[in-house]
């Protein structure tokens, strides 16, 4: 595209310095005209001049002076004056001869003139220092008459009489002859005034066609809602980006949906305006702001230098600024909080928009913990972040069955049988390595493709339930229950396998507020219906609440891994885990120990009364079902 | 710098409208004749060509010949037989009243004329300043 405009402009370039080198080969050629045609009248000026001379001195007596001879003889002066009106014609305006006083005054001799006469003897004001260069050099001369009226040259020729010069013929030009010929080439200067004019035009249409362009582009960057930039700039910007001088923050406004659904969609777009308004006043220069989905706004912060704390400054502001101030819409108050996610390091992604999905995820983490907060994504996990797979590389997976579950089992502590299996979600990458869901899970959270994924870990759970007739759990996020695309899979799924749904426990992982009890209690109950059994995950760590209990149908407690690995020596862990344990037995919620890692652990647990346990000692996660033998059983039986 | 300011006074004459070079020409007559004299009390017959005198400082143009100094005659040929100082814009005017007048300014061959006759000058007292005495004739 470049090129094609650097030959545009080559070519307008070459087009204009040939038409300029023309008319100045024109304009040269002109004025060399109207030289050689003054030359050719100069000439025959001194030629007519020539020839009066001539006839002159035919007329007279050159032993007399000229002025005593023609004051005398008034026949012979009127003989050669109308030989000299023979030779005036509109070219030659003025011919006559003058002679020059003993006070250096010129006086007519002859005047040969149709207009203008002058009597013998009667001055006439000439230029004297030229005039009286004839009589110094006895030459002949030519005068341009720049500031005389109506002439444009005077020839002028001495009288030369023996040793001494008589008088001085002179010819004046008509300023007619230069306009004449001016004429003659005016033709010629018309066509360059309009390749001229029409060249000028062009450039002027050629300058408004920029000027338009350049504002029909601006526009087509610009959100008109907000004046933020849209994703068309974004677009353009990712391509001359260098990463490592930005942060990246997305900012989205908490419950922005039910500021539309309350107050009307004028109050949304107002809140909008409002809110880019308050993040364009706390940027700098060199940061961008774009208007990313609805209410969603991606952020390039500039960085100074590598330690630069601008992310965690800048959104700190932004979060007060905006929690703090009142948006008012038709007299009423409208309070608003928003979230946000922060990649610090872009350059440490594959690309761009990896780092902007990054930041995208940290976003999704601080919805998920509550809203109104601050995530800066963990610059630990940023080793792994080139092992992360993409949408494509997981939707991949999915295409060739490369998606497959992990079994752990869940043993009676007491008879050391195993009574359950957790299944665990796993990606074989292409050299058949298995990837944990954490380098999966991430980049395709909220798209298609997970939704496919649930679909596909059902399907398959399902397919080893039936197998083996064995309770299988599976790890499901509270959003995914509270997503009605992934619920409605879930009951289609489970409706499928309805003689089967009894053997299925989903575990709700503890990692998420539940932003509708009563919708998600309502779900978990028709999921109840069909017999599938709910299991809390990881309880005493995250958001762990024991109104959970009072809220929803819990039929499992899996105390956190956090808590179990250290029962040994922690009182703290110890005393915790005691109490859930007695909790669940008060609400008669079977309890299941996760992390034991060691006899010692096992036997504590075994001591608390807790049922059922989990974790590497009792038996590692397999990629097949083999429900002969725990670990234990298998301990147990080798040492008696 | 003295280069540009000479241009541009060349150019400021060159570009000079004709009646700003007839005033600037009656002005040195008029000044020539009446150095004197407070206010140049002027006659025209020709109303046309008061705004070539009414620009110049210390003339005066007034409607009574009577009350004038100086009459400047574009195209009379019959003036008032009193005894004033005429002054003629015109060959055939001045070749009319030759006997009569100082002066005479016309233009012939493109060029412009200036002629003030000594006897006329004489009898009116008039002493013209050296640089113009060049155009003084002793007989026409």
């Not at chain 1, 002679?99 to 013998?120: H, N, Q």
């Amino acid at each position: 595209m470049k090129s094609i405009s650097r030959i545009y402009f080559f070519l307008i370039a070459s087009i204009v310095a040939a038409v300029i080198y023309l008319y100045y080969g024109v304009s040269t050629t002109n004025i060399k005209l109207i030289k050689n045609l003054e030359n050719i009248f100069v000439i025959q000026a001194g030629n007519f001049a020539e020839n009066i001379e001539q006839e002159i001195k035919k007329h007279t007596d050159q032993d007399k002076r000229l002025y005593d001879l023609l004051k005398e003889n008034e026949d012979v002066r009127k003989e050669l004056e109308h030989t000299l009106s023979a030779l005036v014609t509109p070219s030659f305006k003025y011919v006559y001869v003058l002679y020059r006083d003993e006070k250096g005054k010129y006086r007519y001799l002859l005047d040969g003139s149709k207009e203008d006469k002058g009597s013998f003897n009667q001055k006439l004001d000439v230029d004297k220092q030229k005039w009286n260069r004839c009589y110094e050099t006895k030459k002949d001369q030519v005068l341009m008459q720049n500031n005389l009226e109506g002439l444009w040259i005077t020839y002028l020729k001495p009288v030369v009489w023996g040793s001494g010069v008589e008088g001085v013929i002179a010819i004046d030009f008509s300023t007619r002859l230069p306009s004449t010929i001016a004429q003659a080439t005016r033709p010629l200067e018309n066509i360059f005034f309009y390749i001229f004019a029409a060249m000028g035009i062009l450039v002027l249409i050629l300058l408004y066609q920029t000027i338009l362009s350049i504002r029909t582009k601006k526009e087509s960057i610009i959100d008109p809602l907000t004046s933020t930039y849209n994703r068309n700039f974004l677009r353009s910007f990712l391509k001359s980006i260098n990463p490592a001088k930005y942060q990246i923050m997305m900012l989205d406004i908490d419950h922005f949906k039910k500021i539309n659904d309350n107050f009307g969609h004028k109050a949304g777009d107002l809140v909008l305006r409002e809110v880019a308004s308050v993040i364009k006043s706390q940027l700098r220069e060199k940061d961008h702001i774009i208007r990313f989905g609805g209410e969603e706004f991606l952020i390039f912060l500039h960085k100074q230098n590598k330690e630069c704390t601008a992310a965690e400054n800048i959104s700190k502001r932004l979060k007060e600024s905006i929690e703090k101030r009142t948006f008012t819409y038709e007299n009423t108050p409208i309070h608003i909080t928003v979230s946000i996610g922060i990649t610090s390091n872009p350059e440490h992604f594959k690309s761009v928009p990896d780092a902007i999905k990054r930041a995208d995820e940290m976003l999704y983490i601080a919805k998920r913990e509550g809203r109104n907060r601050i995530i800066f994504d963990n610059p630990d996990k940023e080793a792994h972040v080139s092992e992360k797979k993409t949408i494509s590389e997981v939707k991949e997976a999915l295409e060739e069955n490369r998606i497959v579950c992990h079994y752990q089992p869940i043993v009676d502590i007491k008879t050391g049988d195993v009574v359950k299996y957790e299944a665990l979600v796993r990606m074989i990458d292409k050299d058949g390595k298995t990837l944990l869901p954490y380098l999966f899970l991430e980049s395709i959270a909220y798209t298609n493709i997970y939704t496919d994924l649930t679909k596909r870990v059902l399907t398959i759970v399902f397919d080893q339930i039936k197998l083996h007739h064995l309770p299988i759990s599976i790890n499901m996020n509270i959003s995914d229950i509270l997503d009605n695309k992934i619920f409605t899979i879930i009951v289609d799924e489970i409706e499928e396998n309805i003689q089967l749904a009894k053997w299925l426990v989903i575990e709700l992982l503890e990692n998420e507020h539940i932003s509708s009890v009563e919708s998600m209690r309502e779900r978990l109950s028709k999921l109840k219906s069909y017999g599938v059994k709910i299991a809390i995950d990881d309880f005493g760590s995250g958001f762990s609440n024991f109104s959970i209990f009072q809220n929803l149908p819990i039929d499992i407690l899996k105390i956190d891994g956090s808590l179990i690995k250290d029962l040994d020596s922690s009182k703290i862990s110890y005393s915790i885990t005691e109490s859930i344990t007695h909790f669940a037995k008060k609400l008669e919620i079977e309890s299941v120990a996760e992390f034991i890692h060691s006899e010692e652990i096992l036997h504590i647990v075994k001591d608390m009364g807790i049922k059922e346990g989990q974790g590497f000692y009792l038996g590692k996660p397999s990629d097949t079902i083999k429900p002969e033998k725990s670990g234990l059983k298998q301990a147990s039986e080798i040492s008696a | 710098m003295k280069k540009l300011l000479l241009f541009l006074m060349a150019a400021i004459f060159l570009s000079a409208s004709p009646v700003d070079k007839e005033r600037s020409i009656y002005r040195t007559i008029l000044n020539a004749i009446f150095p004197d004299k407070e206010v140049i009390h002027v006659w025209l017959d020709n109303p046309k060509k008061r705004a070539i005198f009414e620009k110049i400082k210390r003339v005066e143009v007034v409607n009574d010949h009577k009350r004038a100094d100086i009459l400047i005659l574009y195209n009379s040929f019959d003036v008032p037989a009193d005894n004033k100082i005429i002054f003629a814009d015109g060959y055939l005017v001045f070749e009319h009243f030759k006997n009569r007048l100082v002066g005479g300014f016309y233009w012939q061959k493109g060029r412009p004329n200036l002629v003030f006759i000594k006897k006329n000058l004489k009898d009116h007292n008039i002493s013209l300043p050296p640089t113009l005495k060049e155009y003084i004739e002793d007989d026409m």
